[in-house]
């Protein structure tokens, strides 16, 4: 397959920074864009490399200014955002408490030795679920590198989980992988590669469709791609997608830096 690079598609690093804009109406929604209901609430789990907070998060804007109430939460570990309502232990009186006033909650275990929100048990994460709300779970972790390959007990993806979202970080297309992957060798292994080489559009797709690669552990729950940092490669991402989507998968490509996203038909 060729991919198309169009002259804003330099494939350069960049930082990212956690999306604070308001929903802007004037976009495609998220939420529309990964084809992602809201007559019922549902289970999702988030797998892949960074930028999965920050999905969580704008999804969870999007679905409380619909009228929905949302509950975050993980698997393995998550930041810990102090302004944002927080439940610990998963507490319900203060999980219906702040889906109550705000609409939305963070309900995880706190762990003091790295700072960082932790795991709560499947039966746990049931019982917070039977409240009606729409539950976002963090299942995988990357130290917010663009690309990750799971190790042998990763992703921690609940039994009960309806649906998992893959995030794929653009910046990782043109540059080494010992420079943007977590767990350098293990990637370089999956794709067989040394570490020093660099990371193409094919080896994207490989990760995204593989069950050794993202798709590991998913089984037969419904599966979605979604390529961030587009801006930094927008021919690239949407060739990607399109393939993807040719292949029989759902993707999309979008900025949540910039706020906008498209599905993989869509130029």
């Not at 795991?119 to 917070?128: D, N």
């Not at 309806?162 to 992957?181: K, S, T």
Request: some cysteine.
């Amino acid at each position: 397959m060729y991919f198309r690079r169009g002259a804003g598609d330099p494939c350069i690093s960049g930082s990212f920074a956690p999306m604070k804009q308001k929903v802007q109406k004037k976009n495609l929604e998220f939420l529309d864009a990964l084809r992602l209901s809201t007559e019922e609430p549902w289970k999702l789990a988030l797998v892949g490399g960074g930028g999965k907070t920050s999905l969580i998060f704008r999804l969870t804007e999007e679905l409380v200014a619909r009228g929905n109430q949302v509950i975050v939460t993980t698997t393995t570990h998550m930041a810990y955002e102090p302004e944002r309502p927080f439940a610990r232990d998963g507490e319900e009186e203060l999980v219906r408490k702040n889906l109550r006033e705000k609409g939305y909650t963070m309900a995880a275990a706190w762990d003091g030795s790295s700072e960082k929100v932790a795991g709560l048990s499947e039966e746990k994460l049931e019982a917070l679920f039977s409240m009606g709300a729409f539950l976002l779970i963090e299942a995988d972790g990357a130290r917010r590198l663009p690309v990750k390959v799971p190790k042998s007990w990763e992703p921690v993806i609940p039994k009960s989980a309806d649906l998992v979202i893959a995030v794929v970080g653009l910046d990782c297309l043109g540059r080494p992988i010992e420079e943007i992957a977590y767990e350098p060798r293990e990637l370089a292994a999956f794709l067989g590669k040394k570490t020093e080489e660099k990371i193409t559009p094919e080896d994207v797709l490989s990760l995204a469709t593989s069950k050794r690669g993202l798709k590991k552990a998913v089984g037969k729950r419904r599966y979605v791609i979604y390529l961030n940092k587009a801006e930094l490669a927008p021919e690239t991402a949407f060739s990607l997608a399109k393939t993807l989507q040719e292949r029989g998968y759902q993707a999309a490509y979008g900025s949540l830096k910039e706020g906008w996203i498209k599905r993989g038909e869509e130029r």
